[in-house]
């Protein structure tokens, strides 16, 4: 009887920590109509701007984390965000060697990862090597409709992300702010991976079961008007 309560115990612990992610949980639909970019235009200041990623093996275990490039544009009109569009380099990706231990990874390098990421296993970038994401609406953001791992978010950003060859919307809650000529957008949000078809080898494939299907992405952008 112990020893079931004990079993009992571990397999919930084991679905808390599969549940367990550091943003908000992107809502997801098929792929909406792009909004039109109204006002004027802001473009990413790569130097001020972050795309932050974390992946983990099942249970959340051993989270891996780094870095991607993008480039992009806002548009803005009457202190609000009517649009935008981003690019996203692949091939920029960099796992963070903190994340990566060598002597529990089987001598494998956070380059190995990167290597290993880049090819035709996961976003084979031979093929795909930039992901977009185009917004499709913008609106305020409603606390007493749930809350935002944000603090003080303001609005709810919906737009749909392309990853090799499939275009799927996602919606997540977001903090905009404007400072003089400066636009700064900021979101942490959760993506499943499956939902882009981003699977390592074929289906049931045990190496891929390990592969937890959440990925958090951290938004830091600060784009700039340059009249």
Known sequence: MKKQLISGLALILLFASCQNTGGDKAKTTSAQEVTEQKGQTYTVDADK??????????????????????EGT????????????????????????????????????????????????FFDTAKYPTAKFEITKVAPFDAAQGKSVVADATNTVSGNLTIKDKTVNVTFPAKITFNGDEVIFYSKFTI???DWGLTYGTEGN???WMIAQNVDIELNVTANNAK
């Open 192 to 194: 499943q991976r499956q």
């Open 49 to 70: 701007s972050t795309l932050k990623w974390t992946g983990y093996h099942k249970g959340g275990l051993n989270p891996r984390y780094g870095v991607l490039k993008s």
């Open 206 to 208: 045990p190496q891929d």
């Open 74 to 121: 806002l548009s803005v009109e009457n202190n609000a965000v009517t649009g935008g569009s981003f690019t996203i380099d692949i091939n920029s990706i960099v796992t963070d060697s903190a994340s990566v231990d060598p002597t529990t990874a089987g001598g494998k390098k956070s380059t190995d990862l990167d290597a290993h990421l880049k090819s035709a296993d």
